[in-house]
């Protein structure tokens, strides 16, 4: 059986350092304006709320709150996450969107909604 995903946004893959709680690190595989997908070197809890600090590759800075909605053994001490924005201020918002817009029309591995 297939697996089909059905997103309400469009979704870029980057490779982003992302600095969350604590001073942990960790690399953005893809962001939307809703959420992203980070590699990390331990499994978290669905329901953790997490402190984001990242640059995105436009080196714009953005800070948000987010809240691990999945986290899965992607191998040896490799860890895939899943996290949803839930706070953000507004000027962060508008950079992720231009970021995700201006790669979306570069075509440069934007995933449009429903895909």
């Not at 942990?24 to 959420?35: Q, Y």
């Not at 809890?45 to 402190?51: C, E, N, R, S, Y």
Request: glycine share 6%.
């Amino acid at each position: 059986m297939t697996h089909v995903e059905r997103r309400e946004t469009s979704r870029v893959d980057v490779e982003i350092a992302v600095n969350y709680s604590y001073a942990e690190k960790a690399l953005a595989k893809n962001i939307s304006i809703k959420g992203l997908k980070i590699i990390t070197s331990r499994m978290m809890a669905k329901g953790t709320v997490l402190f984001l600090a990242l640059t995105l590759p436009d080196k714009e800075l953005v800070k948000v709150i987010g809240e691990v909605r999945w986290s899965r053994n992607s191998g040896p001490n490799e860890f895939e996450t899943g996290i949803e924005f839930f706070f953000m201020d507004n000027l962060y918002r508008e950079k992720i969107n231009h970021f995700i817009e201006h790669a979306c029309n570069e075509h440069a591995g934007c995933r449009e909604k429903n895909q």
